[in-house]
């Protein structure tokens, strides 16, 4: 069994699409959107409050398992194709 990280860039529609593309893969054994255990330092009372670069795309971790490298493959390539088809930007975290 081969879990897949990916961190996607862009709006919860983006994250959902991808999530749907990755289900219709027959190898697929589970895909997730995580929660982000990172704490964010996002003060509302801050000096940068609701700039651009506050209100930008959100960030979502994807959790993919799948039961060998073939299907692993497959996986990177669909989220590749669709985030540069769609203009997200998407890095693979790692396996375990």
Avoid at 64 to 75: M, T
């Amino acid at each position: 069994m081969t879990l897949l990280r990916f961190r996607l860039t862009g709006s919860i529609d983006d994250a959902a699409e991808l999530i749907t593309a990755l289900h219709a893969v027959d190898a697929v054994e589970h895909v997730e959107e995580v929660a982000d255990l990172m704490p964010h330092m996002d003060d509302e009372d801050s000096s940068s409050a609701g700039l651009p670069d506050d209100i930008g795309p959100g960030v979502h971790d994807i959790e993919v398992d799948v039961p060998n490298a073939r299907a692993a493959r497959q996986v990177r390539l669909i989220a590749e194709q669709l985030a540069l088809d769609r203009g997200m930007s998407i890095e693979l975290l790692g396996r375990a």
